[in-house]
T-cell receptor, first 116, second 113 residues
Framework: GAVVSQHPSWVICKSGTSVKIECRSLDFQATTMFWYRQFPKQSLMLMATSNEGSKATYEQGVEKDKFLINHASLTLSTLTVTSAHPEDSSFYIC????????????FGPGTRLTVL | AQSVAQPEDQVNVAEGNPLTVKCTYSVSGNPYLFWYVQYPNRGLQFLLKYITGDNLVKGSYGFEAEFNKSQTSFHLKKPSALVSDSALYFCAVRDEGSYQLTFGKGTKLSVIP
């Protein structure tokens, strides 16, 4: 149980284009989802907290207009990287809390974004 | 503010030997502590957690961790290491009043055959 999927697992795009990453909780409902960014050989940095049906809460230094987050249902959150540039290349990981429980975050497999 | 320290960037251990991956933390309230493992180009897999109760927590794949409040530590242990345990291990903490996890920088574990 508590499986989180991400799609796509990797994506290569041209500079200036937008990329959407999906995060789904497959066997549970998630009222809260989190988006992280991980640089090579570094830890995870929280980008934003997404609550179903409301606006995401962004961490300091994260551009909300660049990283658009939508959490339209209890099983799906999306991260759209708008007008991507090479510096946005990174490993993006989502996680989710089981609805009604804040104990444990379950993580997706990650999405490798490469912007040319 | 909450923080996590993993003092070792890398731990090397021979297969069959016991392993320890160290973690210390700082939170303002009661800590919720977690260990996750990450294999290359993969997301994080949950290993174990301490919320309350027994200080010794048992988790997946034979791992365990001991919560030590006086030393503010939550070291990950396994009695007998396997080559397949080689991966990146992250310790994480959150305050009981917060959703947000703070991660350590990670420790790369290499189990040598």
């Amino acid at each position: 149980g508590a499986v989180v999927s991400q799609h796509p697992s990797w994506v290569i795009c041209k500079s200036g284009t937008s990329v959407k990453i999906e995060c789904r909780s497959l066997d549970f409902q998630a009222t809260t989802m989190f988006w992280y960014r991980q640089f090579p050989k570094q830890s995870l940095m929280l980008m934003a907290t997404s609550n179903e049906g409301s606006k995401a809460t962004y961490e300091q230094g994260v551009e909300k207009d660049k990283f658009l987050i939508n959490h339209a249902s209890l099983t799906l959150s999306t991260l759209t990287v708008t007008s991507a540039h090479p510096e946005d290349s990174s490993f993006y990981i989502c996680s989710a809390n089981v609805a009604g429980s804040t104990d444990t975050q379950y993580f997706g497999p990650g999405t490798r974004l490469t912007v040319l | 503010a909450q923080s996590v320290a993993q003092p070792e960037d890398q731990v090397n251990v021979a297969e069959g030997n016991p392993l320890t991956v160290k973690c210390t933390y700082s939170v303002s309230g009661n800590p919720y502590l977690f260990w996750y493992v990450q294999y290359p180009n993969r997301g994080l897999q949950f290993l174990l957690k301490y919320i309350t109760g027994d200080n010794l927590v048992k988790g997946s794949y034979g791992f365990e961790a001991e919560f030590n409040k006086s030393q503010t530590s939550f070291h990950l242990k396994k009695p007998s290491a396997l080559v397949s345990d080689s991966a990146l291990y992250f310790c994480a903490v959150r305050d009981e009043g917060s959703y947000q996890l703070t991660f350590g920088k990670g420790t790369k574990l290499s189990v040598i055959p």
